[in-house]
Each structure stands twice: as structure tokens, then as C-alpha cells.
């Protein structure tokens, strides 16, 4: 199930570009948008102009607004990018939880033959030790450590 779900979200999150190209990218979203913001504001002033306002009194305005809108964009992609990691994160950490499924799978089966021989085996005393042995084993499978684990140690 949990497989599922990060295929499922592989297919999501796309590519993955190289960290130079995306800050490239946003370096490039943010200066178009700080142009397109001026030339839309300069088209304004002009027509201005043409009823009568001359547009080199509001020329530092545009200038200011396309800054500020250069800002909010940059501000935009620097949040992509973080959204971009932490989606990258999640897949690695999914990976890891399947791997460490199949893990858990294969020394369970392991564990079941190690079981399967202490039962089957004449020597009392190391099928005794091959039985403690595998319930330490499956303890620590299911993610608990025995008593003496726990206890810290005074040197």
C-alpha cells in the first residue's frame, strides 16, 4: 500500500531538474514578470501622456512598482522550490519505509527456517539458543529492544 502510494506520487512531481536549472528558472520567472509589470505600466503612461499627463512624472513609480512586483514573484518561487524539497524528502523517506518493508519481509522468511531447524533439531541446548535467538529477532522487527537495550549504562 504504501508502495502505491509513492508511485502515485512520483508521477505528480515530475522531473526532477537539477537545483541550478530551477533557481535559473526562478531568476528568469522573476526578471519577466519585473519587465512585463514595466512595459504594461509604460504602455499606461503613455497613453497617459497622450491625454495630457506627461509619463516622466511617474516614471520612478513604475520603476518601484515593477521592483515589487519583481520581489513578490521571487518571494513565489522561493516557496516552489522549498514545496519542490520537501515533495523530494517525502519520496526518499517513502523509499526508504518500502525498503525497509522488503528487509522486514525476507528476515521474517529467513527467521521462519532458523524456526522451522530449532524445532527439528536433537540438540536441546541450541534449539533452546536458536529459538531465543529468533524472538529476539522478531522483537526487534517489530521495533523493540530487549530489557538490557534500554538500560543506560554507567561507566
Do not use: C
Request: charged fraction near 20%; glycine fraction near 4%.
Amino acid at each position: 500500500m504504501l508502495l502505491d502510494d509513492w508511485k502515485e506520487n512520483v508521477k505528480h512531481v515530475g522531473p526532477i531538474v537539477p537545483p541550478v536549472q530551477r533557481m535559473e528558472r526562478a531568476y528568469l520567472t522573476t526578471l519577466s514578470a519585473g519587465l512585463a509589470t514595466f512595459a504594461v505600466v509604460y504602455v499606461v503612461n503613455a497613453y497617459l501622456a497622450h491625454i495630457g499627463l506627461p509619463s516622466a512624472a511617474t516614471f520612478l513609480d513604475d520603476f518601484i512598482l515593477s521592483f515589487l512586483v519583481a520581489l513578490f514573484v521571487l518571494s513565489l518561487e522561493m516557496h516552489h522550490r522549498k514545496e519542490l524539497i520537501r515533495q523530494a524528502e517525502k519520496i526518499a523517506m517513502m523509499q526508504q519505509i518500502a525498503t525497509l518493508q522488503q528487509m522486514n519481509h525476507h528476515v521474517r522468511n529467513a527467521l521462519q527456517v532458523i524456526g522451522y531447524v530449532a524445532l527439528h533439531t536433537t540438540d536441546h541446548d541450541m534449539a533452546s539458543k536458536l529459538t531465543q535467538a529468533v524472538q529476539r529477532i522478531e522483537l526487534a522487527l517489530r521495533g523493540g529492544l530487549p530489557e538490557e537495550e534500554h538500560q543506560v549504562r554507567k561507566d
